[in-house]
């Protein structure tokens, strides 16, 4: 069974910084991408960021480019999200997720493509 867990969130002034791990565990099927989503109260889900298996490929919302930094460890199944120069308005719920087929000419970003989700770790930039 697939199992997603989300951890390293927490409280943070404006400008600092915070690194979120997801580790992945259960799944020997084949999957295109683990992606950041986060969602912030009242707000629908939005998609921050992926990284592709195979080739590593890396997209990102135009909102956290240049601030944010995903990588993966594969022999330790896991994702990170490197954030920096955080923002009040990067305050949400942060979720990872995997998606198993590709996305074609749709937005790699789209939360409705993911098939299995985290249970998310909360992220607060507060002064």
């Known amino acids: 069974q697939v199992q997603l867990v989300e951890s390293g969130g927490g409280l943070v002034q404006p400008g600092g910084s915070l690194r979120l791990s997801c580790d992945a565990s259960?799944?020997?099927?084949?999957?295109?991408?683990i992606g950041w989503f986060r969602q912030a109260p009242g707000k629908e889900r939005e998609g921050v960021s992926c990284?592709?298996?195979?080739?590593?490929?890396?997209y990102y919302a135009d909102s956290v480019k240049g601030r944010f930094t995903i990588s993966r460890d594969n022999a330790k199944n896991t994702v990170y999200l490197q954030m920096n120069s955080l923002k009040l308005e990067d305050t949400a719920v942060y979720y990872c997720?995997?998606?198993?087929?590709?996305?074609?000419?749709?937005?790699?970003?789209?939360?409705?493509?993911?098939?299995?989700w985290g249970q998310g770790t909360q992220v607060t930039v507060s002064s």
């Open positions: 997720a995997i998606v198993r087929r590709g996305w074609g000419p749709l937005n790699p970003l789209t939360p409705g493509l993911y098939d299995y």
């Open positions: 990284i592709t298996n195979g080739a590593g490929s890396t």
């Open positions: 259960g799944f020997t099927l084949d999957y295109t991408a």
